[in-house]
């Protein structure tokens, strides 16, 4: 794949591999530092769901061979999952970066090595999303990471809207509201 | 080998995948779900519903597994009803995790391949009906041509 522009901005390093840089809900022309939780990535990685954590190793952190950290893109934020909630802050407080990155990645093992990420085509009519949580809550579960301002729980390709093809299907119900 | 990879091993104390995937049911505590998967690929979420959510396969048409979304909801309701106690929620989990492997999920996702085939046979009798109201002008159709 040749020709698609990288995004700018400060660039996520391998020797911190949960942090990522993602635009602030208050201001996107502003990147915040958010922290992938370590429940998340452990349970991905402990479960072998490979592909998983070689999208969040290419289209999240993306300091891989071809990486394509999509997040300085992103498309929309949204805030506010609707559905049956318990903890009312808790899904009120998610927020859902929404990317349209012009690549995925899966694993690809080989003879020689205990194989890696490799870059694909995405997968057609989706959007890639990026569930994080900006609330004190979330932070306080965070070790001495002063300079965090979000966690990030969870990621994945989700059905595009029919009607716009950028947002993910059915949008307008699916969240509380849209923040930019 | 991807250092990457490595490191994200190392710093959240995991083992570094190895490619040994087996079909899993896992419930995800700071999202509150439960996710069964029987193949492991790059995968695209479809919302069913508020509580449902099935996974295509990131190509082909074919489903490789769900989410069921606001377990810990669904256990609350289930609390006062049952009369269950808090240190019911884990083995209740974990009996559901057990059923979703077991053929749970694949039933599921049966049932949800169906009502995706009868929803997509509803929206085309829906567009024939609409296409049989519209009528072209003869211009348009030179125009096409």
Same mark, same amino acid.
């Given at each position: 794949?040749?020709?698609?522009?990288?995004?700018?901005?400060?660039?996520?390093?391998?020797?911190? !591999?949960?942090?990522?840089?993602?635009?602030?809900?208050?201001?996107?022309?502003?990147?915040?530092?958010?922290?992938?939780?370590?429940?998340?990535?452990?349970?991905?990685?402990?479960?072998?769901? *490979?592909?998983?954590?070689?999208?969040?190793?290419?289209?999240?952190?993306? +300091? *891989?061979?071809?990486?394509?950290?999509?997040?300085?893109? +992103?498309? $929309?934020?949204?805030?506010?999952?609707?559905?049956?909630?318990?903890?009312?802050?808790?899904?009120? $407080?998610?927020?859902?970066?929404?990317?349209? !990155? !012009?690549?995925?990645?899966?694993?690809?093992?080989?003879?020689?090595?205990?194989?890696?990420?490799?870059?694909?085509?995405?997968?057609?009519?989706?959007?890639?999303? *990026?569930?994080?949580?900006?609330?004190?809550?979330?932070?306080?579960?965070?070790?001495?990471?002063?300079? *965090?301002?979000?966690?990030?729980?969870?990621?994945?390709?989700?059905?595009?809207?029919?009607?716009?093809?950028?947002?993910?299907?059915?949008?307008?119900?699916?969240?509380?509201?849209?923040?930019? | @080998?991807?250092?990457?990879?490595?490191?994200?091993?190392?710093?959240?104390?995991?083992?570094? #995948?190895?490619?040994? =995937?087996? #079909?899993?049911?896992? /419930? /995800? #505590?700071? @999202?509150?779900?439960?996710?069964?998967?029987?193949?492991?690929?790059? /995968?695209?979420?479809?919302?069913?519903?508020? =509580?449902?959510?099935?996974?295509?396969?990131?190509?082909?048409?074919?489903?490789?597994?769900?989410?069921?979304?606001?377990? &810990? =909801?669904?256990?609350?309701?289930?609390?006062?009803?049952?009369?269950? &106690?808090?240190?019911?929620?884990?083995?209740?989990?974990?009996?559901?995790?057990?059923?979703?492997?077991?053929?749970?999920?694949?039933? @599921? @996702?049966?049932?949800?391949?169906?009502?995706?085939?009868?929803?997509?046979?509803?929206? /085309?009798?829906?567009?024939?009906?609409?296409?049989?109201?519209?009528?072209?002008? #003869?211009?348009?159709?030179? &125009?096409?041509?």
């Amino acid at each position: 794949m040749t020709g698609e522009e990288q995004p700018v901005g400060p660039q996520n390093d391998v020797r911190w !591999p949960n942090i990522v840089f993602a635009p602030s809900p208050a201001n996107r022309s502003q990147l915040v530092k958010l922290f992938a939780s370590e429940i998340t990535i452990r349970q991905r990685l402990d479960d072998e769901l *490979i592909s998983s954590i070689c999208q969040y190793a290419g289209l999240i952190h993306g +300091a *891989i061979p071809g990486g394509y950290p999509s997040l300085p893109e +992103a498309f $929309a934020l949204f805030r506010g999952i609707r559905r049956p909630m318990v903890e009312f802050e808790r899904d009120e $407080a998610i927020h859902v970066y929404v990317t349209n !990155p !012009p690549v995925d990645f899966v694993f690809v093992s080989t003879h020689q090595s205990n194989g890696g990420p490799q870059r694909v085509s995405p997968p057609k009519d989706s959007v890639f999303v *990026i569930y994080s949580d900006f609330s004190q809550h979330a932070l306080d579960g965070l070790r001495g990471n002063g300079d *965090i301002e979000g966690v990030i729980y969870d990621w994945e390709w989700v059905l595009a809207d029919p009607g716009n093809s950028s947002l993910p299907d059915g949008f307008s119900e699916r969240y509380a509201e849209r923040i930019w | @080998m991807t250092d990457l990879l490595d490191r994200l091993a190392t710093e959240n104390r995991a083992t570094r #995948p190895k490619d040994r =995937f087996e #079909p899993i049911a896992r /419930y /995800y #505590p700071e @999202m509150d779900l439960l996710l069964f998967l029987n193949e492991e690929c790059s /995968y695209r979420s479809d919302r069913i519903d508020p =509580f449902l959510t099935v996974l295509w396969h990131s190509k082909d048409e074919r489903l490789v597994g769900l989410k069921l979304k606001g377990f &810990r =909801f669904i256990f609350e309701q289930a609390k006062s009803i049952l009369e269950l &106690r808090e240190d019911a929620f884990l083995p209740l989990v974990k009996a559901i995790e057990i059923a979703l492997v077991g053929s749970l999920g694949e039933l @599921m @996702m049966k049932r949800a391949e169906k009502d995706r085939i009868e929803r997509l046979r509803d929206r /085309y009798e829906q567009a024939k009906q609409l296409a049989k109201k519209i009528s072209v002008p #003869p211009d348009e159709w030179k &125009r096409a041509a």
